[in-house]
């Protein structure tokens, strides 16, 4: 009877196997490109000194969790958008050396700015030019500016292009010439420069003037229509699938030898929404590298090294930083029903948060290093500021910071006249109130839900009492911003970039929104919030870096000693990199593996032995 | 049967209504909106956020909004436009789904290519080995989730090279000719397609198996063998399309969860399919995006129903709809 059935089954079982014959072959190789450099190079090249000089020819994939929602480098909100467009599709005047932590002269070949710090100069490169040839001017960086300074576009940056509250006045007296003008002395004047990505005004004014700019070169439009400044342009875009990049035949750069950059033939961002199968198709050599691998991978990375044919490289502590924060924000408007000035988290809660020997006793009482112990693999570090010790320029090594020590956290809460005295293991206020308090912290961080648990055996020591609550991402903003439903919340802050304290100032100003323990004051409501705003606009408006240092550390000093902000460890980054390309150099400043990717080659194949 | 079918498609409408009324109060209760995506930005100042709010149009009481959608929706058939995306759903939706079903339709292969004839091999040879064994076959691909059997298939595909890990196309499939094109697709599909058609499997030939056991009891198929029909024509041309039926119910039903119930494999093997869209769309609040893909989803899933109901009517003539 079953004649049917087996006939089924051994077709499919043929089909199979046929699927599995046509994929054999075809591995990722050395194979070199058969690129010729057909456009004459500019009159001012972007020479480059690099450790190899390198041949055209292959291809780099890395892994992506998200796609790109955007290739219009202003509107871009996101990492997996940034990734694509700032540094690959579109150039800077000025950019970030992550290599250096150093500003570099890229569309512009130089500039100058006046002995007051008001006026700057800035000379284009000649011979620069879009993806379709059409040359790079002093038109297209007004154009950009005016995007990045528009009302209405909200692009990220946009406060930081009105320094002393007036925006920048930006003129062209020739095609290859920029003056920048700004209100008084700007610290942040050459950074803020360097975020401006350049977009061509010949394809984008018609779109800008329109109203529509906001939508155009979104993720559906033809990749042959999208015209970018960058090393790189877009070749080919599958939603959800992949995103290539090609070389621009028309940029700047060259190497020593007069080769132009980049060397690759393609950038290939390969989205991988799972960790688990990125990690997968590296395994499989589908992928060159790996962002964003675990802390509890690390050692079957660094083990399978040599048989992978890759390396796993140690970027040092990341630029994001984990810190507790306690809620002393006060209800500014009637419609929470509380009274207007009164705590959000009662009088008795907003006594002991308010206080700050007790702040101290909770940063004295959290043994980091055990933390980085078991919760980080041993792969963190202590840090005690936005600025880690993963940024060379800014990090402050000795700054005052309260470590473990639980005989002193012990003693501060004795000073407090505080004390267990029902014997039930919890200590009591001078009113006779348990000090019990909720911590929250986004559930999807396993580094910060671990963490937040061994803050709660560390503080039982103490004699108080924590309920460890991890919380969906949006409820801990929507508690932490709009509500202020917290006491006290286990959180983080990305590193802007470049890493300087100033693109930080949110944080340290009274009025900032990331000023989390108490945010958007009208006025400063203490002195040291005062102090604090003062010594945030000396910061960005000295133009003397030994006086930024000196401002940038007193303002960290200020608010350890106030333990407004108390630090947990960082983590220590590492990625695994294929060994067939050179001039590999990752970072841990954003854009970590590709930052210089227009640098990197794929090394001539190893001669067998 | 017209007016049946006619009756059906409007009953859709007021379903839709109601459906996208339920998932626009479910994310104004959700906490937070878009905006929270760049809570983490330190460059990000409040008056910032308050004019983003603004032309969102999130600053306007939830009313307002879900006016707005209805009319944009209804005068210009407008799903309006994602906020992280700056595109019109629909275009975003448009390809999700087509992969969607792709992945749906070689899943449906999988298990009904599958279910059938191991559903009557079974049968015929009830209590034998087979009939043990693909039951012991069954329970295992029921109860292996499809986080584990998907992750454990890409690691078999990682170590060996047999079928790529992941994806939907490889890096150089513009290159390839249409041949090529083709292979390289299903060799992507391959794993995906097993993972999803395999749960649903044992239970359709379970009832494969029960639904000719009970129809092989029949007078008639006594009556048939009696007449000395061969055991193959009992069994495929009597036996066979009356116990077929139910499952052509049941056919339609999956089409529609198959949209649905996709999403974890989506995930696992990177397919770009619709349910990768709607869960991004939910993490990031990105509302009229998770609007759109609701409410398509819950399309196709009526629209199964529909295909269930009148396939039934053409396998059964005793079923006639007015």
Known sequence: ????????????????????????????????????????????????????????????????????????????????????TDGRLYATLVEFDNATETMRPQLAKRWEISPDGLVSTWHLRRGAAFTDGHPITSADVLFSFEIYMDDTLHVSMYDFFKPHGKKFKVSAPDSYTVVIESAGPYAMLVPVVGSVYIHPRHMLER????????????????????????????????????????????????????????????????????????????EAGEVDALEDVKPENYQTYASGQEKGNFTLHELGPALNTNFLVFNLNRVRDGR????????????????????RDFRKAISKAIDREAIIKSVYYGQGVKNWSTTTPGNKTWHTPDLVHYDYDLEGAKRLIAGLG?????????????????????????????????????????LAKLGIQVDATPLEFNSLIT??????????????????????????????????????????????????????????????????????????????????????????????????????????????????????????????????? | MRTYVLRRLFQIVPLLLGISMLSFALLQLAPGDFLNTVAENPTVSAERLEAMRRSFGLDRPWYVQYGLYLKNLFLHFDFGESFARHQPVIVILREGLLNTLLLASAAAVVTWGLAIPLGVWAAVRQYSWVDKGLTVFGVIGLSIPEVLSGLLLLMLAANTGWLPVGGMRSIDHDQLDTAGKTVDLLRHLALPALVVGFTPLAGRMRQMRGNLLDVLRLDYVTTARAKGLSENVVVFKH??????????????????????????????FSWPGLGRITFDAIMTQDQYLVLGSVMMASFV????????????AVADPRIAYG
């Open chain 1, 336 to 355: 929470s029903g509380k009274r207007i000035g009164s705590p959000h988290v009662g009088p008795v809660k907003y006594a002991w948060f308010n206080n």
């Open chain 1, 207 to 282: 779109a800008y003037r329109s109203g529509s700019f906001a939508s155009a070169y979104n993720v559906g439009t033809p990749p042959e229509s999208i015209v970018t400044s960058g090393p790189w342009k877009l070749k080919e875009y599958v939603a959800n699938e992949k995103t290539v990049l090609t070389r621009n035949p028309y940029w700047c750069g060259v190497d020593a030898r007069g080769q132009r950059l980049p060397y690759l033939d393609e950038l290939v961002f390969m989205i991988v929404p799972d960790q688990n199968t990125a990690a997968l198709k590296f």
């Open chain 1, 479 to 609: 508690n932490l911003r709009t509500d202020f439903q917290f006491e006290c919340v286990l959180l983080g802050l990305q590193s802007g970039t470049p890493p300087d304290p100033g693109m930080s100032q949110n944080v340290y100003r009274s009025s900032g929104i990331t000023h989390y323990w108490n945010v958007r004051q009208p006025r400063p409501e203490t002195a040291v919030e005062a102090r604090l705003d003062a010594l945030v606009e000396a910061n960005v408006t000295a133009l003397n870096p030994a006086e930024r240092q000196r401002t940038w550390v007193e303002m960290q000093n200020l608010v350890n000693e106030e333990s407004f902000l108390i630090w947990l460890p960082t983590l220590v980054y590492k990625v695994p990199i294929r060994n067939r390309f050179g001039n590999i150099h990752p970072s841990v400043i954003p854009h970590r593996i590709i930052w210089n990717i227009d640098k990197v080659f794929v090394k001539p194949k190893p001669a067998r032995a």
């Open chain 2, 239 to 268: 036996a066979l399309r009356n116990a077929i039926n139910p499952l052509i119910t049941l056919f339609g039903y999956t089409l529609g969860a198959l949209v649905s119930g996709s999403l974890i494999v989506e995930i696992i």
């Open chain 1, 1 to 84: 009877m079953s004649r049917g059935v087996w006939c089924l089954g051994v077709s499919a079982a043929l089909l199979g196997a046929a699927l599995v014959a046509a994929g054999c072959g075809g591995k990722p190789g050395y194979a070199t490109s058969k690129y010729v450099d057909t456009h004459p190079l500019p009159q001012d090249t972007l020479t480059v000194d690099l450790p190899e000089i390198g041949t055209h020819g292959g291809r780099f994939v890395l892994a992506q969790t998200n796609p790109p929602r955007t290739f219009n480098s202003a509107m871009a909100n996101e990492s997996s958008s940034y990734d694509v």
């Open chain 1, 418 to 458: 505080w004390k267990d005295s029902n014997g039930d293991g919890v200590v009591e206020d001078t009113h006779g109130n348990p000090v019990r308090f909720n911590l929250k912290t986004n559930s999807s961080n396993r580094l910060r839900v671990e963490s937040a648990n061994f803050i709660k055996d560390d």
């Open chain 2, 301 to 312: 899933l009526i629209l199964g129903n529909l295909v269930a109901d009148l396939l039934l």
